[in-house]
């Protein structure tokens, strides 16, 4: 009898945050579209919170994170979690890794979040193939590079930055996390760690697109062994190849989809503004308040996502006051309001995942960041891709009302804002482009997949 032959099997290990689920389960669909075996992994705790009524595609197995109840919220401090993570994770990824070797196909490769790198040791030890997963920029994930090395002096001393394969930086368009040495200890020891065994990694794979930052990407590439994989989306929104692939999968809250397309569905063409600011930091009141103004000042429509635990620092009765020009819900299923043609423009915190998305959907933006990569990405939106304009804050780092009204003044009426959505569809085209099947992202993950079959 013929012996069967055993197709790739690639184990996939996100950070528990929904930033970073979205990318990895949108890599794993690719993976298995073209003949790989997947298994997610995923920590228990958050698998309890994800809604996960649409992904049927993907075999998921949960280790420990040691807060089977609750995950980072229920502990202490950042520190702690990651600590206790990095300890019972490391014992209940061994025992998952013990039973799967023992499977029919047992797996060969391991595909962890940047932000785990204790998990390629635990995968070395079992002899898997070891690939680090970039879910930031090149751009940013360079810059953290160089201050892991200490390439880069901190507290910063320097006027302005000149990185190989950036563009020319001032303080302030670096991370948060260093031109605000010594705020989020915790995050910026996560984000340097990436570095800390990256010199095992057999590959590194990031999830952008090479052509909106290639001279870093041709950099890194010269040191690692890295490919741009991205944008890693639902297949849907840039091609036509899985027709009921419409959404990430996942989601942390319930995105409410019938009541916001329907509520779009009558708005005219590019009419709408979309403001969020993704699932981590919330904006503060003054912050909230001003951002209210500035959007019913503008007197557009506008959707704008406050996640419930953000909900009070609303003016008191704006929802209904606003009522008939916008619509404020706690969750939307961002993909699809993006695509939506009622969206003109996209009020963001930056976020990567958020900027892939209007990038490759070919929405123009208002950059809002809050911290971290954020900063880096609004200054490459509105300064180098010109897609968008910057919302610029006060000394006192609020955007004020006045602000956010010209800004979506500028982009909906003004010559420039008309260059800016000309920009736009040009990155959408380049996103495809590089998507696409022959395409540089499609390639890269073909070499993937061809070096896992060997
Ligand atoms: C975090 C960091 O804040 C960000 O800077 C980093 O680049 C990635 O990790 P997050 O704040 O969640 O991410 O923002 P972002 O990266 O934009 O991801 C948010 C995801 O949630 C996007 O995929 C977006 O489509 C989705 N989303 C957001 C929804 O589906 N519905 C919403 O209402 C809001």
């Not at 807060?67 to 919220?73: F, R, S």
């Not at 996942?250 to 329907?262: A, G, Q, R, Y």
């Not at 009426?413 to 085209?429: D, H, V, Y």
Request: proline share 5%; glycine share 6%.
């Amino acid at each position: 009898m013929e012996k069967e032959t055993k197709v790739p099997h690639c184990l996939i290990l996100p950070y528990p945050a929904q930033g970073h689920v979205n990318p990895m389960i949108q890599f794993s669909k690719r993976l298995i579209e073209k003949g790989v075996k997947v298994t997610l992994i995923t920590v228990t705790s958050l698998w309890k919170s994800l809604s996960t009524k649409n992904l049927t595609s993907i075999e998921v197995e949960s280790i420990s994170d040691g807060y089977d109840e609750g995950g980072l919220a229920a502990a202490k401090s950042l520190e702690d979690y990651k600590e206790t993570f990095w300890r019972v994770g490391t014992q209940t990824l061994i025992e998952l890794l013990q039973k799967l070797s023992t499977s029919e196909n047992p797996p060969n490769c391991i595909i962890f979040d940047a932000f785990l790198p204790w998990v390629l040791d635990v995968g070395k030890s079992f002899g898997l193939l070891g690939v680090s997963f970039f879910t930031q920029s090149c751009s940013v994930n360079s810059i953290y590079f160089h201050a892991h090395e200490k390439l880069i002096e901190l507290p910063l001393t320097q006027s302005e930055y000149l990185l190989p394969g950036l563009t020319k930086l001032a303080p302030g368009d670096l991370p948060s996390f260093l031109y605000k040495y010594g705020s989020y200890p915790g995050y910026f020891d996560i984000v340097l760690n990436q570095f800390s065994n990256i010199g095992k990694a057999d590959w590194i794979l990031a999830n952008t697109i090479y052509e909106l930052e290639p001279e870093v990407v041709d950099w890194l590439v010269k040191i690692w062994p890295l490919r741009t994989i991205g944008p890693s989306l639902p297949s849907m929104l840039l091609d036509k190849r899985l027709k009921d692939d419409k959404d990430y999968g996942v989601s942390l809250s319930d995105p409410n989809t019938e009541f916001c397309i329907k509520w779009l569905n009558d708005k005219p063409k590019g009419s709408v503004v979309y403001a969020s600011f993704g699932s981590m930091a919330g904006l503060s009141e003054e912050q909230t308040q001003e951002l209210a103004y500035g959007l019913k000042d503008s007197d557009t429509y506008f959707l704008w996502v406050v996640r419930e635990i953000d909900q009070s620092r609303l003016p008191k009765g704006f929802v209904e006051t606003s009522s008939k020009k916008g619509l404020i819900v706690t969750w939307c299923p961002q993909l699809e309001v993006l695509t939506h043609e009622a969206v003109g423009c996209f009020v963001t915190h930056c976020g990567w995942n958020s900027t892939l998305e209007a990038v490759s959907i070919g929405v123009p933006l208002i950059a809002m960041p809050l911290w971290t990569d954020q900063v880096t990405n609004a200054k490459l939106i509105a300064d180098v891709w010109k897609m968008g304009v910057r919302a610029v804050a006060d000394e006192k780092e609020i955007v004020r009302s006045e602000t956010i009204k010209n800004c979506i003044k500028e982009l909906i009426e003004t010559e420039k804002g008309c260059e800016i959505r000309k920009s736009a569809l040009k990155w959408k085209n380049l996103a495809k482009g590089s998507f696409d099947e022959g395409g540089r992202s499609d390639k890269n993950i073909d070499e993937f997949v061809e070096a896992l079959s060997q």
